[in-house]
């Protein structure tokens, strides 16, 4: 990967240079930075805000409401390692997290409840159906709310920064199903 960087880079520099583009190639050398440190504050302040948001939600009990949604779902996508409160604490708090589009704090509600169900795995020495579901689910990128993409939408210019947003849905939607129904049938193989 490192030889495909470095040479794309001295291929895009030659290029520049072959059509006088220096000028452009200097500002954007040294605009980027600005624009990186830009997108960097928006997206950590996005971090921080529905990570208390996530934090309050866990604090004050909130979770239990979404037991009403969640657990019946659950209880049919995972099966019975569903009866483990500690596993359903951390799958539930990763959906929440991914559905309102925080990869950061999903990625470690989701690593908690891999360890979680890891622990209940009968044959550790392979990943079980649930865990391998988890990854399915995770990988799909379903999200309600995708706060980053908006705030990067929204910082880079774009004029109606929801345009993607049905797309979005309906391909994370049909990635899960997919995902679970192949896992389905190669599980009864």
């Keep these: 990967m490192a030889r495909i960087w470095k040479w794309s880079v001295v291929v895009f520099l030659l290029i520049g240079l072959c059509r006088h583009q220096e000028e452009a190639m200097m500002t954007a050398l040294m605009d980027t930075p600005f624009m990186v440190w830009d997108l960097l504050l928006n997206v950590l302040l996005a971090a921080c805000l529905w990570g208390g948001f996530l934090n309050i939600i866990q604090k004050t009990g909130f979770m239990n409401y979404f037991s009403i949604i969640f657990k019946p ?3 049919v996508i995972y099966g019975p390692v569903m009866k483990h409160d500690d596993v359903y604490t951390y799958l539930s708090s990763n959906v929440i997290a991914n ?8 990625t470690l509600s989701g690593i908690k409840a891999f360890q979680k169900l890891q622990e209940y795995n009968p044959h550790p020495q392979r990943p079980s159906r649930e865990m391998l579901t988890l990854v399915i689910i995770n990988t799909a990128g379903l999200c309600l709310f995708p706060s980053t993409l908006f705030m990067i939408r929204k910082q880079m210019g774009s ?22 129904i192949i896992q389905r049938v190669i599980d009864h193989e």
């Design 73 to 75: 779902l659950f209880r």
């Design 99 to 106: 559905l309102l589009g925080l990869g950061t704090l999903a």
């Design 159 to 180: 004029q109606n920064i929801y345009a993607f947003y049905p797309y979005m849905l309906v391909i994370g939607i049909t990635i899960i199903i997919i995902g679970l």
